[in-house]
C-alpha cells in the first residue's frame, strides 16, 4: 500500500510541477528553477492528501506486474500533458497584450530590434514587454492567481489520476485562441487609429509634395505619433486590460 500512496503522489507532482513550468510568467527565464521546484512541492503537499487516496486505493488493487510499469509510463505523460494544457490556457491571458504590442510595434517601426521576451524564448518589442508586464501586474491585481491555484486543484476533480477523461470541448479552445488575435488589436485600437491617421496623413502629403521623403521624416513622425499615443491612451489601454482579464474564460475553466 506504501508504494500505491507513494505513486499517487507523484503522479500529482507530474501534473503540478508540468503546470507551473509551462505557466507564464513563471516559464520566463527570470524564475530560478528552485522557486519553481518548491512551488511544486508544496502545491502537491497541498492537494495530494486531498485527491491522492482513491488512485492509491486502485493502484493498490491493481495487478502488478511489467504491465504495470507500463501504465506508470502512460499515467506520467498523461498527467504532464495536462498540467501543460492547463498552463497553455491560463497563458492565453497574456497573449492579446502581446499581439497588440507587437501590433503597435510593427507600425512604430521598432520591429528592426527585437529583444527577448521575459515571458518565453519568444523575440518580442519594447512595446510587447511593456503590455505583457501590465497584464501581469493586472493578473496579480486581479487576484486571478487565486482563480489559477483553485483551477489546479479543480482540475483533481474533473479530470482524476486514474479514471478515463472525456476529450475538451474544441470548440471553446479554438473559439478562445482565435479571440485572442482580435483582443488584443481592440485593446490598443486608439493607438492604432491614430497611428492609420498618420500614415494616410503622410502619404497624402508625399502624394502633394514629393520632396517629401517617407524614410527620413516619416517613419520619425510614426514612431513620435506612436509614443504620444501610448501615453495619451494608457488609461485606456489598462483599462482595456482589466476588462478582459474579468472576463476572461479562465473563470469557467475552474
Known sequence: MTEAVVVAIVLVLFRVAAFLA????????????????GLAVALTAVLAPLHAGPAAVSLHLADSGAAAWLQMAWL??????????LAWLFGLCFVPARIGGAW?????????????????QQPSSAVSQGLEALGVLLF??????????????RSFVNRPLLAAWS????????TAVAAAEQ???????????????VSVTLLVTMKTAPQ????????????AAGLAGLVLFLPDIISSLQYFLSKAPIRNWS
Do not use: C, Y
Open 167 to 174: 476529450l475538451p470541448d474544441w470548440t471553446s479552445v479554438v
Open 76 to 85: 506520467a505523460a498523461r498527467e504532464t500533458v495536462l498540467g501543460a494544457g
Open 183 to 197: 483582443t488584443g488589436l481592440i485593446i490598443v485600437a486608439p493607438v492604432g487609429i491614430l497611428l492609420f491617421v
Open 212 to 223: 517629401f521623403n517617407f524614410m527620413s521624416w516619416g517613419m520619425a513622425l510614426r514612431l
Open 22 to 37: 509551462f505557466l507564464p510568467p513563471l516559464a520566463g527565464r527570470g524564475m530560478p528553477s528552485t522557486v519553481k521546484i
Open 104 to 120: 503597435i510595434a510593427q507600425e512604430m517601426g521598432l520591429n528592426l530590434g527585437e529583444l527577448t521576451s521575459p515571458m518565453d
Open 140 to 153: 496579480f491585481s486581479l487576484n486571478l492567481h487565486h482563480v489559477m491555484f483553485f483551477a489546479l486543484g
